[in-house]
């Protein structure tokens, strides 16, 4: 899908949403060294479905933080998803609002100034409140495939951050680890603040803005992680994240 205009610019930076080949290599070649290192390309078959925003420097230069994006018109079309190849979602096919996929969330590595992911988060805020989404879903990614790396994340996760039942996502995948096998040890209460430093960044923006989780992490090998399905729904983000994000995006 090709972009529709819509730009985005606070102090050093742009966020736009991407238009034509040099911007899809571009993103393609960002995203291979996010997620895997080195050059190469990273690319699959949902790419040609979704919009992709980008951030970059205001002066030209190379796109420094970028993420896709699946609109749905509503809980029937779920299937159509990313996530759906991994998780059961069923449960979500039954909500009634827009809702948006977010995938493919990365930053320059290295990349040291916050205010290039606040305004990706400001950007599609922007684009939220357009559509009037009223769902945000995807898949958080915890780096390696060994789960015993993230037991306290896990553990917090599994004891305070399960989503709905009604919109909780049922087992798919052949290999998943379940949440509550970190959460339910005897005397093993999660430590919060070794549980939020050994979250990726955005979960930690996910769960910020009252977010939550599937009960089970699926093992990827392919991408080499450990992802959980996690869904914001809109109505619930506490007022004072809204208002932080809305300054931002104008």
Excluded at 63 to 80: D, I
Excluded at 93 to 110: N, Q, V, W
Excluded at 120 to 148: I, K, N
């Amino acid at each position: 899908m090709s972009g529709t205009g819509f730009s985005l610019e606070r102090g050093r930076y742009r966020a736009r949403l991407a238009e034509g080949v040099s911007d899809r290599e571009a993103l393609a070649r960002l995203r291979h060294q996010a997620f895997f290192g080195g050059p190469g390309r990273d690319r699959d078959s949902f790419d040609d479905i979704c919009r992709h925003l980008l951030v970059e420097p205001r002066e030209g230069g190379a796109p420094l933080a970028c993420f896709r994006l699946l609109q749905l018109s509503g809980g029937a079309e779920v299937s159509r998803s990313y996530a759906a190849q991994f998780y059961d979602l069923s449960g979500l096919s039954g909500f009634a609002g827009p809702l948006i996929e977010i995938g493919r969330f990365c930053l320059a590595p290295g990349l040291r100034d916050p205010d290039v992911a606040r305004l990706a988060w400001g950007a599609l805020t922007a684009l939220v409140d357009a559509a009037g989404v009223e769902m945000l879903f995807g898949c958080a990614s915890f780096p390696g495939t060994d789960p015993e790396a993230h037991r306290a994340a896990f553990a917090r996760l599994g004891a305070h951050h399960l989503g709905p039942e009604v919109w909780r996502p049922r087992v798919k995948a052949a290999r998943v680890v379940s949440l509550g096998g970190f959460s339910g040890e005897e005397g093993a209460a999660p430590d919060p603040r070794a549980a939020l430093k050994g979250m990726p960044p955005l979960l930690k923006s996910y769960l910020a803005m009252g977010g939550w989780v599937s009960d089970h992490a699926v093992v990827d090998v392919e991408m080499n992680t450990l992802h959980v399905f996690t869904g914001v729904e809109i109505g619930r983000i506490p007022a004072a994240r809204k208002r932080a994000l809305r300054a931002v995006a104008g």
